[in-house]
């Protein structure tokens, strides 16, 4: 059997390849889709917990990350369609957002 | 074995996707190959015993949340990025510090000195101990998530409708 | 504690707030277009009635004996209740400044109002959880919430900027959070905070770097909605392109709401892994007390000033908090601070709203010039908030810094006292000079005409009456503040609650 720990590495990875889409890139519907990702590696590592503690409160959790993951869409993809409308562009690079 | 192979294959597919993703210049191309990653991870529950998450998975993200991105990708008609990527310094730093939490989680992982040991389920999970934990002891978050989704709507709606 | 509707009973305030936000959806459908006004009268009738309850529940001494509810996700104790006063009257001040705004500006009446109560419903909820992942939901239903407020204004593309750096920056830092919480879970098998504290002590997970891990992501998480440096970056901008009422509801609602839900994770699950959070806390209270001061200096948009000078509240507030090894004072000084921010800094942002014009007009620092001479109340509001933000005797900001030293000394912590007398001196130049400016200048060629609303200047009125009481007899107030601090490190009371 797979140790449950290599399932938590991989789900660091996925993780670690979302944070990295968020800060590189510069389309925010890409910089959504990597926060996406991000979630699906929290997911990940919740399976893996909830078949180590043979638990069904894990997996529980994964359906309400789940839903709060519909919910960001929603209102994400709303907000970056209204910056579309009066700007033409979904770039987020004059937004400063790596400014600390 | 059978269990390792799968694993193996199936952290290629997803971390090769997930890489393809954060580094394709075209969004429509990104957001086909984050299906392929929320597939491999839905695969992954299925290997993991949640079947009903593996169903639950392919539903919202690939069949609900992804269609809903390609859909915006379509309706805003983007054209290819001449710049997709962060320039300079600014790159130099996303990648240094994306490294850095990498091997930061990775220690801290395979440090740990051991999960907690609980009682395996025999015959694991089932849909019914997931309604049950569901509907007992999770039932107010449960309703909360109700509120939520309702929120998300209602934001949503005052955001994208064209005004009158 | 079997029975629902018993356990409802307790949640009474939060129902109140969730009936009325429905409520007020169902009005602005309801109602023929031009009585869209008495929607903030609702909004605001329903954050009372929502109030009064929490007064119930106090009559009912509830505050002193923490109620656990529905298997533990939940629990109804002093704390819960002295912030959930806190949040209520954000929102009221936050409804009052909002009903001339929303009717001038042309923005969607039933859906602000709306989402301003989920707001406060979703603060109201990260207050009672009591256990990570009902507190992950709630917290994600004030961040919606707040998102579409601040893009609220169609009309205007900052105002969409703004909720799309808000959003983005939002999402991303609620990864870390709730990628927190797995790992937390992954360590301990558990997300209910007792347990979690109770499991370290156990099983002696002091070094699990897993457990660590997972609680410096939590950290993190929480670090950005504070606005706490280096993970403020989103604040200046996002609380420029807002809509002014708004910035001033989310600039002390949505920071109470992070404080109150990370000292309680803090001090309930991790109190025995302080050595490791408090340093790490202590640091981040310097930066951001230090930067936002200082980038405070520059600005000329007082919008923007407020905004470097929410962020360095956030540095005191974090001193208190850092403050752990003082227990009760530490978390209580914290309570009292965030019930004295919210009527300062709304009330400062109401008289802005005053002094505004349409389409976000009037608000730099100029247009304050000579304002005494026309209007002198008006100014001397100002003057009120400007001099209990600088933290000068003899007002509630004077007070609410002293408890945070007072805290900050018992804890040791000489150094982040030190640092945190001098930044408040560094922000008495950027906050008298508003005072000098209003007083001591003749005003410009064109006078700045005021909005009379009657709401606003009510609103200005009941944040100034709160900022002098809280000043002049604060002892009710900190009584209470003690008390609701107490029921959090007290700690190891019987859990009821389990059906």
């Given amino acids: 059997m797979v140790p449950t720990i290599a399932y938590v590495i991989v789900s660091a990875v996925l993780f670690t390849i979302g944070v990295a889409g968020v800060l590189l890139r510069r389309n925010a519907l890409i910089v959504f889709m990597s926060i996406e990702l991000m979630l699906n590696a929290v997911n990940l590592s919740l399976a893996g917990f909830a078949r180590q503690f043979g638990s069904a409160t894990g997996q529980v959790f994964i359906l309400f990350v789940l839903a709060v993951a519909a919910a960001e869409v929603a209102v994400g993809l709303a907000i970056i369609l209204a910056v579309f409308r009066h700007r033409d562009t979904v770039d987020v690079d004059n937004m400063n957002l790596m400014k600390w | 074995m059978t269990e390792w192979i799968l694993f193996i294959v199936l952290t290629a597919v997803a971390v090769g996707s997930a890489l393809m993703m954060v580094l394709n210049r075209n969004p429509v191309h990104a957001a086909l190959w984050l299906v392929l990653t929320f597939l491999a991870v839905a695969v992954f529950f299925l290997v993991l015993g949640a079947q009903f998450l593996f169903a639950a998975q392919i539903i919202i993200y690939t069949g609900a949340i992804m269609v809903l991105f390609l859909f915006v990708v379509m309706l805003l008609n983007l054209e290819r990025e001449r710049e997709p990527i962060v320039t300079g310094g600014q790159r130099a730093a996303a990648v240094a510090l994306a490294f850095a939490l990498l091997a930061v989680l990775v220690i801290a992982i395979a440090a740990r000195t051991s999960f907690p040991t609980m009682a395996m389920v025999p015959g694991g999970i089932t849909l019914t101990d997931l309604g049950v934990a569901l509907f007992d002891e999770w ?15 209602i934001g949503a709606i005052a955001l994208a409708r064209r005004r009158t | ?31 023929p277009e031009r009585s869209r006004r008495l929607l903030a009268r609702a909004t605001a009738a329903a954050l009372l009635a929502s109030l009064a309850a929490v007064w119930w529940l106090y009559a009912g001494e509830v505050a002193g004996r923490p109620e656990r509810l529905f298997t533990g996700t939940l629990v109804r104790d002093g704390y ?32 602000y109002y709306a989402l301003m109560l989920f707001a406060v419903l979703g603060m109201m909820l990260m207050a009672v959880s009591a256990e990570l992942v009902t507190l992950f939901i709630s917290y994600e239903i004030l961040s919606l919430s707040v998102y579409v407020l601040s893009g609220i204004a169609r009309g205007r593309a900052e105002s969409a900027e703004a909720a799309m750096k808000y959003f983005l920056l939002g999402a991303f830092s609620s990864g870390f959070l709730i990628y927190g919480i797995a790992l937390i879970y992954g360590a301990t098998g558990t997300t209910a905070l007792e347990a979690i504290g109770a499991a370290v002590m156990s099983r002696g997970l002091f070094g699990n770097s897993l457990l660590l891990i997972g609680m410096a992501l939590v950290t993190v998480g929480f670090a950005f909605k504070v606005a706490a440096v ?43 892994l302080s050595a490791v959070w408090q340093p790490a806390l202590w640091l981040l209270a310097l930066l951001t007390m230090v930067l936002g001061n200082t980038a405070a200096i520059a600005q000329t948009n007082i919008k923007r000033m407020l905004a470097y000078s929410s962020i360095a509240h956030a540095g005191y507030m974090l001193a208190g908090v850092a403050a752990y090894t003082a227990g009760d004072v530490a978390l209580g000084s914290v309570l009292y601070y965030a019930l004295v921010y919210t009527a300062m800094n709304i009330g400062a942002f109401a008289v802005v709203l005053v002094v505004g014009r349409e389409g976000e007009g009037n608000q730099e620092l100029s247009d304050y010039r000579g304002l005494a001479v026309r209007h002198p109340w008006v100014a001397a509001g100002m003057a ?12 509630a900001g004077f007070l609410g810094k ?19 007398v001098l930044a408040s001196l560094i922000s008495w130049y950027y906050y ?38 809280l000043g002049l007899w604060p002892s009710a107030a900190l009584n209470l503040a003690q008390v609701a601090a107490l029921t959090v490190t007290a700690g190891g009371l019987p859990v009821i609650g389990r059906p």
């Fill in chain 3, 230 to 272: 280096p993970f403020h970056g989103w604040v200046p901008d996002v609380y420029q392109g807002a809509p002014l009422p708004v910035t001033a509801f989310m600039s002390a609602g949505v920071k109470a709401a992070a404080f109150g839900a990370l000292a309680r994770v803090l001090f309930t699950a991790f109190g025995s």
């Fill in chain 3, 432 to 469: 008298l000079r508003v005072v000098w400016l209003m007083y001591f200048i003749k005003p410009g060629e064109a006078p700045p005409t005021l909005s009379g609303a009657p709401s606003l200047r009510l609103a200005v009125g009941m944040a100034a009456v709160l900022v002098l009481i």
């Fill in chain 3, 402 to 420: 002293f408890y945070i030293l007072n805290a900050a000394l018992r804890a040791n912590l000489i150094g982040l006292a030190v640092a945190l």
């Fill in chain 3, 80 to 111: 819960s209740l002295f912030l959930d006063a806190v949040f209520l009257l954000a929102g009221i001040l936050g409804a009052l400044v909002s009903a001339r705004y929303v009717d001038r500006e042309g923005l969607q009446s039933g859906e």
């Fill in chain 3, 1 to 31: 504690m079997s029975n629902s509707a018993a356990q409802l009973a307790y949640l009474a305030p939060e129902l109140v707030v969730a009936v009325g936000a429905v409520a007020v959806l169902a009005l602005d459908i309801l109602l």
């Fill in chain 3, 384 to 395: 009120l908030f400007m001099v209990s933000l600088s933290g000068l005797p003899p007002t």
């Fill in chain 2, 139 to 153: 039932l107010l978050p449960f309703e909360l998530a109700s509120i939520l989704l309702l929120v998300a709507m």
